[in-house]
């Protein structure tokens, strides 16, 4: 059975950082490229950021380049976002996904809130 654990979200101030973890069990973790996604309420859920299984290579939505980054561990089967420099547009629910044989697969979702 698939299993996420979503951790580090929570309340920070404009300029901020915050560290995202997903900690994964019930698949092979290193053989999947993993997601990260947010969700704002009313809205569609969007990437943020992607990072493969191979060569651990990555991409970013255009807002979030040079701010965010994702990585990941496959000794511990987790996958990270580093947020820094958060806006409040930032704000929103953050969750970790990934595909396997046209499946999606998802976490709960941490929240993110951007606010002096």
């Known amino acids: 059975q698939v299993q996420f654990v979503e951790s580090g979200g929570g309340l920070v101030q404009p300029g901020g950082s915050l560290r995202l973890s997903c900690t994964t069990s019930?698949?092979?973790?290193?053989?999947?490229?993993m997601n990260w996604y947010r969700q704002i309420p009313g809205k569609e859920r969007d990437v943020v950021a992607s990072i493969t299984s191979t060569d651990h290579s990555t991409q970013y939505v255009d807002s979030v380049k040079g701010r965010f980054t994702i990585s990941r561990d496959n000794a511990k089967n987790t996958v990270y976002l580093q947020m820094n420099a958060l806006k409040p547009e930032d704000t929103a629910v953050y969750y970790c996904?990934?595909?396997?044989?046209?499946?999606?697969?998802w976490g709960r979702g941490t929240q993110v809130t951007v606010s002096s």
């Open positions: 019930g698949f092979t973790f290193k053989t999947y490229a």
């Open positions: 996904n990934f595909i396997r044989a046209r499946a999606s697969y």
